[in-house]
């Protein structure tokens, strides 16, 4: 595998279900971001984490719990979760956080919330 | 805070037509700036980024991009599109611990 690996790329759920979303890369970086991309808005920064430490959390509601057990693994913890936050949920690593390193992405999840 | 405009949500262009997309941001200092595209059901992909020097970036896919520090703008450029061009596209202001996206603008390439 290269790059940026997320998994699954599709999932439904419903509301009252517990899921996550998983994240790999394979790049050697040190920082790794959950972003949420919705139709007709721009991408949204979720959580940041730089060596394995979260440097920001955006006001993302607690039914979203990130993990980053290491600088190459990054999970998305989802429970009861409701409709609006259907959309695709993009996670990026980059050398380390900050503005200037490049951030590679990976293919995303979809999400959709009955 | 930084933040980022794309004002065309939609553009359709003639293959071989030239193309120029348009990208301003808000910003206190000199940023670092970026342009990605997006394919369907694929992720982001770096076209190319600006952090100094030279205002004229090149970029891979034949892409182009000019920072113009007057016009606060970071416009995207081909001189002559493919078919394989249509894509979202995505301007990104880089400051701080943080990155800002475009909501995107979406490029339609006709035969």
């Known amino acids: 595998e290269t790059g940026v690996t997320q998994t699954p790329r599709h999932l439904v759920m419903g509301m009252t279900n517990k899921k996550s979303l998983k994240c790999e890369q394979h790049l050697g970086h040190n920082a790794m971001y959950w972003y949420k991309q919705s139709a007709k808005k721009p991408l949204e920064l979720m959580f940041v984490?730089?060596?394995?430490?979260?440097?920001e959390n955006n006001s993302v509601p607690s039914r979203f719990s990130p993990e980053c057990p290491n600088s190459s693994h990054l999970f998305l913890h989802l429970h009861t979760l409701q409709p609006e936050d259907s959309a695709l949920y993009l996670c990026?690593?980059?050398?380390?956080?900050?503005?200037?390193?490049?951030?590679?992405f990976g293919p995303g999840t979809r999400l959709t919330v009955l | 805070a930084q933040s980022v405009t794309q004002p065309d949500i939609h553009i359709t262009v003639s293959e071989g037509a030239s193309l120029e997309l348009r990208c301003n941001y808000s910003?206190?200092?000199?940023?670092?700036l970026f342009w990605y595209v997006q394919s369907p059901g694929q992720g982001l992909q770096l076209l190319l980024k600006y952090f100094s020097g030279d205002t004229l970036v090149q970029g891979i896919k034949g892409f182009e991009a000019e920072f113009k520090r007057s016009q606060s703008s970071f416009n995207l450029r081909k001189p002559s599109v493919h078919w394989s061009d249509a894509a979202e596209y995505f301007c990104a202001v880089g400051a701080g611990n943080d990155m800002r996206f475009g909501a995107g603008t979406r490029l339609t390439v006709k035969p």
């Open positions: 910003y206190g200092a000199t940023p670092y």
């Open positions: 984490y730089n060596f394995k430490e979260q440097t």
């Open positions: 990026a690593s980059s050398q380390t956080s900050g503005s200037s390193n490049e951030q590679f």
